[in-house]
Antibody, heavy 124, light 108 residues
Framework: QLQLQESGPGLVKPSETLSLTCTVS??????????WGWIRQPPGKGLEWIGH???????FYNPSLKSRGIISVDTSKNQFSLKLNSVTAADTAVYYC????????????????WGHGTLVTVSS | ETVLTQSPGTLSLSPGERVTLSCRAS???????FAWYQQKPGQAPRLLIY???SRATGIPDRFSGSGSGADFTLTISRLEPEDFAVYYC?????????FGQGTRLEIK
């Protein structure tokens, strides 16, 4: 059974960089059939897509991040990571990592497997 | 950006009832790229429906989705106690991927 687990600091100071890692188990991150993404949810609010990456490092980002986010992949560790710089209180959220698959036709599907999420608070 | 507006914001219903949740998009979305998620407190979202009408693995057949263009619906034919949660619609046709603000289903 595929599992995803987020890890990283739960508290980040304003203007610093938020760094999170997602470890994938029960499956290979190197499969060409999937992309691996980050989604966040501010406390009591809705979901916001951050971006996703594939095994070769091809990335897609939400323009709302204004180029503050970088997603990378480490296939040797079966992990992918998120770095978000210049954080403010507005970046306080539960951050989820998730898998995105492709339909048989080769076009995009959506996120099917999700991690449990990790709360990151931005505060001095 | 494709804005998704869900209605109503909150629904109070009893187990056994039938419910239909709505989601309207600010621009046309291909039904192939529309999904519904369920989220319970303290848990990650769970994929219910993709491609507007296909149930994800393990989802009971009391959940069904339909719609096209800008209007989509999720129907739960007979509410079970475990169905009381927040439901989000999502489009993955246009970039960026966007979600609705959610509909909360609460026990009456």
């Amino acid at each position: 059974q595929l599992q995803l687990q987020e890890s990283g600091p739960g508290l980040v100071k304003p203007s610093e960089t938020l760094s999170l890692t997602c470890t994938v188990s029960g499956g290979s991150i190197s499969s060409s059939s999937y992309y691996w993404g980050w989604i966040r949810q501010p406390p009591g609010k809705g979901l916001e897509w951050i971006g996703h990456i594939n095994y070769s490092g091809t990335t897609f980002y939400n323009p709302s991040l204004k180029s503050r986010g970088i997603i990378s992949v480490d296939t040797s560790k079966n992990q992918f990571s998120l770095k978000l710089n210049s954080v403010t209180a507005a970046d306080t959220a539960v951050y989820y990592c998730a898998r995105r698959w492709f339909y048989d036709s080769g076009s995009w599907a959506t996120f099917d497997y999700w991690g449990h999420g990790t709360l990151v608070t931005v505060s001095s | 950006e494709t804005v998704l507006t869900q209605s109503p914001g909150t629904l109070s219903l009893s187990p056994g009832e039938r419910v239909t949740l709505s989601c309207r998009a600010s621009q046309s979305v291909s039904s192939s790229y529309f999904a519904w998620y369920q989220q319970k407190p303290g848990q990650a979202p769970r994929l219910l429906i993709y491609g507007a009408s296909s149930r994800a693995t393990g989802i009971p057949d009391r959940f069904s989705g339909s719609g096209s263009g800008a209007d989509f619906t999720l129907t739960i034919s007979r509410l079970e106690p475990e169905d009381f949660a927040v439901y989000y619609c999502q489009q993955y046709d246009n970039s960026p991927i966007t979600f609705g603000q959610g509909t909360r289903l609460e026990i009456k």
